[in-house]
């Protein structure tokens, strides 16, 4: 059984969503589902803030969710680039209370952008697919490292590297492109990210390439994390009311928790943003086995030490919760 035990206090949680609510490109798991509906039965409100898509997110986990449950939840997207919310009725707003692509991008840049991306992929002689499951990418790709699944949700493009983040030295020496060791990993990632930042600095487009996930090269607008959408959140009175939370409760850590799976700052570690967005005593709890000796120093992040990991992890997590509760009563 694990020692961390269900934050009876919390009244948001802050949660990434691949891997940790839902694996990749899949609906989340409808026990997962249940937990969740009952978490927010309870009055907990939860964020999800992920480098997915909006509607990839609706698809895969939101719409999953009791509509008259929804009006409690938040969704983040495409590394920050927009914040949505639920009506009373379960459908989604309008519009987002916080969105910077049209601010951030003109038309001719997006397409740019995309030229930048079709010049990548062509330099590197990347096969693309579409995105998928992994075992149908890997039933369709092989084990070629330069087969991608090229992912454009608009103000984010995505590169899965699957085949290529973790090369052993001989498939690395066979490619025609340098794969630098770093990490003490041979990641193809490395080469495609330094070259696809020069080309957009040579274009003065305002994207950052980014490893994100295990496996993902994200490119997003810059200066847009998961920090600046949970500060974004945490700091308007108006969408915490939205979501029924009480703005002056969260001055308490304990109302706050945090869920993911990639707090290592070696491997890129997207989940520590939302640490440096709130007061470090929250408590992080990650759901994939990393090592604490790569994380931010001075946060509250704490490894998961239930039997199981990732989605699997969390809703054993979850599932603790009852027995949480039963002993408080």
């Not at 794969?179 to 080469?191: N, S």
């Not at 993911?260 to 007061?279: L, P, T, W, Y």
């Amino acid at each position: 059984m694990s020692e961390i035990s269900w934050n009876n206090s919390v009244k948001l949680i802050l949660s990434d969503v691949d891997e940790m609510v839902a694996d990749l490109y899949v609906p989340a798991d409808p026990k997962i589902i249940t937990e969740l509906n009952q978490v927010l039965e309870s009055g907990v409100a939860i964020f999800f803030i992920s480098g997915h898509g909006l509607q990839g997110i609706k698809e895969r986990v939101t719409d999953l969710l009791r509509p008259d449950l929804r009006k409690r939840v938040l969704i983040s997207h495409c590394s920050g680039v927009e914040v949505w919310g639920y009506k009373d009725n379960g459908d989604l707003r309008d519009s987002p209370y916080h969105s910077l692509y049209d601010e951030k991008l003109n038309q001719a840049q997006r397409n740019d952008w995309r030229a930048v991306m079709d010049e990548v992929v062509e330099e590197f002689k990347l096969v693309k697919y579409p995105a998928s499951s992994i075992p149908q990418f890997m039933k369709a790709s092989g084990n070629n490292p330069l087969a991608v699944m090229y992912v454009d949700r608009g103000p984010q493009i995505t590169f899965e590297v699957i085949n290529g983040y973790d090369l052993s030295p001989e498939a690395a020496e066979k490619l025609e492109i340098k794969v630098p060791l770093t990490h003490g990993h041979y990641d193809l990632r490395i080469p495609i990210l330094e070259r696809a930042e020069k080309l957009l600095a040579e274009r003065k487009l305002p994207i950052s390439p980014r490893l994100g996930g295990v496996f993902a090269l994200d490119f997003a607008v810059e200066g847009l994390s998961k920090t600046t959408s949970v500060k974004h959140v945490v700091d308007n009175e108006k969408i915490l009311r939205s979501i029924g939370v009480d703005k002056d409760s969260l001055t308490n850590p304990n109302a706050l928790e945090i869920w993911g799976d990639k707090f290592s700052v070696i491997r890129g570690g997207a989940d520590r943003h939302m640490c440096e967005a709130v007061d470090p005593k929250v408590r992080a709890i990650d759901f994939r086995i990393e090592n604490p000796e790569e994380f931010l120093p001075g946060y509250n992040i704490q490894v998961w030490d239930g039997d199981k990991h990732l989605q699997e992890g969390l809703l054993e997590y979850l599932q603790s919760r009852k027995t949480g509760l039963e002993n408080t009563s």
